[in-house]
């Protein structure tokens, strides 16, 4: 281990905190950032706070049980792969189904019961598919920006941020 390095790690590190505390009881000068930069730092954090909202509020639609959300999301966190659940329409077009051959397929009551039973499970499997088509092309270019790019953009903030009060530290002395 360098003693050296780690010694002037830790200066610096102390630098940095003295100017920023400096900055933030108002006893020190800022150097403040181009009024651009100001504005796409705002204009990404808005962007990263909507994203949240809309992949929340997508998931919600695709899933209104909270539970089964909570548990997709733990399935999510685990890597592995969370069971298929039924469907409401799927569930209902068996019932419909069931329900109309008890009664007889050449009964009127019947007939109507079983077609309505397979509407029920083509909307089920359109619906399927749906979620499955948001997740893959809509929710996961939205994760991917809040999981990766925006990261990127705070870990370039906080260099920048480091950068600046090294600076403001240096032009004090």
């Not at 068996?94 to 309505?116: D, F, H, I, K, V």
């Not at 929710?139 to 790019?149: A, D, I, K």
Request: glycine letters at 6%.
């Amino acid at each position: 281990m360098d003693l050296t390095r780690l010694a002037a790690d830790a200066g610096q590190f102390i630098n940095r905190a003295i100017q920023y505390t400096g900055e933030t009881i108002g006893q020190a000068d800022k150097t403040d950032l181009g009024p651009g930069l100001e504005e796409l730092l705002v204009l990404a954090d808005a962007t990263k706070t909507c994203t949240d909202k809309i992949i929340s509020q997508t998931e919600v639609v695709l899933q209104p049980s909270t539970g089964a959300r909570l548990e997709d999301r733990l399935y999510e966190h685990l890597e592995w792969s969370a069971p298929l659940r039924p469907r409401a329409l799927e569930v209902l077009g068996n019932e419909m189904t069931q329900a109309g051959l008890e009664l007889g397929s050449n009964t009127p009551y019947g007939t109507a019961l079983l077609r309505c039973g397979e509407v029920q499970k083509q909307l089920s499997d359109a619906e399927r598919k749906f979620v499955q088509s948001t997740n893959i092309h809509f929710l996961t270019p939205l994760r991917s920006f809040t999981e990766g790019e925006h990261r990127t953009i705070q870990d370039e903030r906080r260099m920048l941020l480091n950068k600046r009060l090294d600076w403001t530290s240096l032009k004090a002395d």
